[in-house]
């Protein structure tokens, strides 16, 4: 099966939709399992991952995509998430594995080394772990509580820690292996600052560089005090610049930015809230020169720039108006052009000629650098990057070291992946039904200011499952099995989205992207020639078996089919098996799955009653198929009266506007079970 | 299409009874696009039936299965091991696939769960009309395409009659009379002198009235 485009798009290929569904069913705790198997560092991604998945997911041809951060923070910060217990190989390997390095390449190397059963020993230069996460990122993107726990989570894997360590100083890397490390992953980052190159930039107090600024701040220090300040740059670095001198009281910080908003490479929802704060930002603006006063920084000369051709990066490049200068007052300069590795202390032993920064691997697979047991990875290689991307490389790294430990060749080509970015048909887009996105929950501007308060708050549990409610399921829907299909053409007449087509010849084809999954194709072919791969057919009668063999006590057994759609949480469902335990539930994303077979199924099963809820209407993402829902029902009804079943036996009610059903409507069916003959009260 | 609809739950149930072994076969083709016999209903109609054999304290089995068509030998003969331990069948064919089954399998009771009901097209999802009476011989040349032997009341052949009002048929204002739709569709194509045409007796031999029919191909057969 095809894989969806959110999981396509993320670097480590996480199960995006997967754990989307698991959040719908509310079950978060298999929600959490789900991303924590791929990923050590849940709780860091669903704070700062530039989300690469939300920019593919087909949601976003509709109105918006699903919000799959803030879902992924929903799942990894609930208590549920210390039921999970990673599973460490009985026998360890007996191979040490040294890596240098604690940013998250680092620790995601050191997490699937440890998980595979080799000894692993974190080399970090300095004090403190997690790298950028930690010296780089603002407390108020992410809070050093929240890195802690998840960096203790992995140590307590059984990783050995040496901090104030620089490898390359006081240990060479021949050292290491001297110490019987069999091999060694190179994750150093890349914590070197670009100069701005610019008369006065090492003449004055007050000019500083983004990645120092940050780092002093991220230690709980205070650089110097400022009351007017520039950040020169248009990345996220310069963003998280500019947010923290507002913090830190400065009166009136300016963003410099040489090109336009549209060029501008930070994310926009940093840049939106950057301005929401009040950091300004001048766009299409060049510094020339930095001025100073007894030896301080005292403004900043500038120039505007218009766009011209575009350059090798493809960007428009900026060239300077001639007679705009002006000049900005400012006692704070932070340099923010970009960050390079720093590989002067490895490159002798790896074989890299000085000039060079980064560091140098035969290819983005396998790691493998000139020095046999030498791997490197992440920003290290790549220049500063993304926080998923260095997980990614840390997690290749994990695996290329794995083969070569076992002497095995080590793969040289990623397995492909088959990479399709399909549009939607505008009919299909016109016809499937809009949902607003979640908004995130966000401290008010005022509130931030006063400290490092962490900006963004976690999505309760009802606003959780509505966004993962919003996924529209991309190749999990019909599947047309070509011999049993006898091309009735009624999975072309009944589907909302007027997705299968036939040929001439009666071929039907059906678009797996396209297909939103809702069942009613599956359902209404009279040969079963249609499944889905939500909610198949035969989990069904399985989900419907289960429900009944859970049942032990005395009274009417109900089964109670559920829409997931409904406004309910789990709680809800935890007090309906506290209230009535004979009620069995069975949780489908959609009542049109139900056909008459499974209502008669549960009868034949033993059960007494047979209880259908619907969603509220305004939740139902294809209203059109109520009416259908209910004509089925009326149907499967009157078979049940032919059986010389009461009727009144099989309830179809609508859910409440909040919660799982109302208690009059299931006292009411069990009454009618106990009493037959009862006039029913629809 | 031939279309077909399965018969009252308590007619089947009556029918049903009394065999320990039973098997609910389907036919894929017309019955299942009539949804009168696919495996759609051999699955509903199995498990009711099971739950009336419950309900009225009857031990017995049912089965579920389902060919292409009951109406071919060869499909036929594939569910032969399965029919070995059942004592009657449960056939969701048309009429043809019932008694297929019952000269294939001449020690086996056989139970027809359908009523045939016309040769037709469908006009939407859920809804059919019957087209074609099978008369053996097709005058659909001469009628503007519309067939008055099977879509006329009297199947008269020089219509309309006295009880064709504003376009319906006598019988029931929901019916359309389908001289008037020949008619209207005539004047559409500028033929209306083909009324002029008179039809002569018409010979019912082809439509089964000189007996059974039977056709065979002297090029195609064994």
């Not at chain 2, 569910?79 to 399998?105: H, N, P, Y």
């Amino acid at each position: 099966m095809a894989h969806p485009p959110c999981k396509l798009a993320c670097p480590i290929l996480t199960d995006v939709r997967e754990y989307v569904q698991l959040i719908a069913e509310r079950r978060f705790d298999e929600a959490f399992a789900t991303i924590r198997r791929q990923n050590p560092l849940p709780r860091v991604c669903g704070r700062i991952c530039t989300h690469p998945c939300e920019t593919a997911c087909k949601r976003g041809q509709i109105e918006e995509p699903i919000a799959i951060a803030a879902l992924k923070r929903f799942a990894s910060d609930g208590p549920w998430k210390n039921q999970y217990k990673p599973v460490l190989p009985d026998k360890p390997s007996g191979h040490k594995v040294a890596v240098i390095g604690s940013g998250p390449a680092g620790l995601a190397a050191a997490h699937d080394l440890a998980l595979l059963g080799h000894h692993v020993t974190i080399f970090e230069a300095l004090p403190v772990l997690g790298g950028m996460l930690r010296v780089g990122v603002p407390e108020y993107r992410l809070p050093k509580n929240v890195l802690d726990e998840e960096i203790q989570a992995i140590v307590d894997l059984g990783i050995e820690i040496k901090t104030g360590v620089r490898i390359g100083a006081q240990i060479k890397l021949s050292d290491l292996f001297e110490q019987g490390y069999k091999a060694v992953f190179v994750a150093i980052g890349a914590h070197k600052d670009r100069k701005l190159g610019i008369a006065g930039e090492d003449q004055f107090e007050g000019v500083i560089s983004a990645v120092s600024f940050l780092r002093a701040v991220n230690q709980g220090q205070n650089p110097k005090e400022t009351k007017k300040a520039a950040v020169i740059g248009g990345g996220n670095t310069a963003i998280d610049s500019a947010r923290c001198l507002l913090r830190m009281g400065a009166e009136s910080v300016h963003i410099v930015y040489r090109r336009s908003r549209d060029e501008m490479p930070a994310a926009q929802e940093e840049i939106e809230e950057a301005i929401h704060e009040g950091v300004q930002i001048a766009y299409l603006t060049s510094p020339l020169k930095i001025l100073g006063e007894d030896g301080k920084v005292s403004a900043l000369k500038c120039i505007k720039n218009e766009l011209g051709e575009p350059d090798a990066s493809g960007r428009r490049s900026p060239k300077p108006v001639p007679g705009t200068e002006f000049t900005l007052d400012v006692d704070m300069v932070i340099a923010a052009i970009g960050q390079a590795p720093d590989s002067s202390l490895v490159a002798d032993e790896l074989g890299l000629t000085e000039r060079r920064e980064r560091i140098i691997v035969e290819g983005p697979y396998t790691l493998v650098t000139t020095r046999p047991g030498v791997f490197a990875g992440g920003d290290a290689v790549t220049g500063p990057a993304t926080v998923v991307e260095a997980i990614s490389a840390g997690k290749r790294a994990a695996l290329s070291i794995d083969h070569y430990l076992k002497g095995e060749s080590i793969p040289a080509i990623e397995p492909a992946k088959d990479v399709e970015k399909v549009s939607l048909a505008r009919s299909v887009v016109e016809k499937t039904r809009k949902f607003p996105r979640c908004k995130k929950i966000s401290l008010p501007a005022d509130q931030r200011l006063r400290g490092f308060k962490e900006v963004e708050s976690v999505f309760s549990e009802d606003l959780a499952t509505k966004e993962a409610l919003r996924c529209l399921h991309c190749y999990l829907g019909a599947r047309i099995d070509a011999e049993k299909c006898v091309s009735c053409l009624t999975c072309v007449r009944v589907c909302p989205l007027g997705i299968p087509t036939t040929s001439k010849m009666g071929e039907i084809t059906i678009d797996p992207f396209a297909c939103q999954a809702c069942g009613v194709c599956a359902l209404e072919c009279p040969v079963r020639a249609i499944d889905i791969s939500l909610d198949p057919r035969t989990e069904i009668a399985q989900d419907i078996k289960k429900a009944m063999s859970t049942s032990q006590h005395s009274g009417p057994v109900i089964v109670g089919f559920f829409d997931l759609h409904g406004n309910f949480d789990s709680s809800d469902v935890e007090n309906l098996r506290q209230d009535y335990p004979h009620v069995l539930p069975v949780m489908v994303f959609g009542l049109r799955r139900i056909d008459t077979s499974d209502i008669l199924k549960a009868f034949e099963c033993g059960a007494d009653g047979v209880l259908l809820a619907r969603c509220p209407p305004e939740s139902d993402p294809f209203p059109e198929a109520t009416d259908r829902v209910k004509r089925r029902m009326a149907h499967a009804r009157a078979l049940v009266e032919a059986l010389g079943l009461d009727g009144g036996r099989l309830e179809i009610c609508d859910m409440p506007e909040q919660g799982l059903v109302q208690k009059e409507l299931i006292d009411g069916l069990i009454q009618r079970i106990k009493e037959p003959g009862q006039v029913r009260s629809e | 299409m031939i279309t077909l609809e399965q018969k009252k739950f308590e007619e089947i149930e009556k029918m049903t009874k009394g065999y320990s072994r039973l098997l609910v076969l389907g036919c894929e083709t017309c019955s299942a696009m009539s949804f009168a016999g696919g495996q759609r209903q051999v699955e509903e109609l199995a498990s009711a039936i099971r739950m009336a054999q419950k309900t009225s304290g009857q031990e017995g089995e049912v089965l579920e299965d389902a060919i292409a068509r009951q109406c071919e030998p060869e499909f036929v003969d594939l569910i032969r091991d399965k029919l070995a331990g059942c004592d009657a069948v449960l056939s969701l064919a048309c009429g043809a696939g019932v008694q297929l089954l019952s000269e294939r399998f001449p020690d086996k009771v056989i139970l027809p769960g359908c009523n045939t009901t016309f040769l037709g097209v469908t006009e939407e999802l859920g809804v059919w009309s019957e087209r074609c009476a099978g008369c053996g011989n097709c005058i659909l040349d001469k009628t503007a395409g519309l067939c008055p032997i099977a879509r006329c009341s009297k199947q008269l052949l020089n219509g309309p009659c006295g009880g064709s009002m504003n376009g319906k048929c006598e019988i029931s204002k929901d019916v359309d009379c389908v001289w008037q739709l020949i008619i209207d569709r005539l004047a559409r194509l500028n033929r209306l002198e083909m009324l002029e045409e008179i039809f002569p007796v018409k010979d019912w031999s082809p439509a089964g009235h000189g007996g059974p029919r039977k056709m065979v191909r002297e090029d195609l057969k064994s």
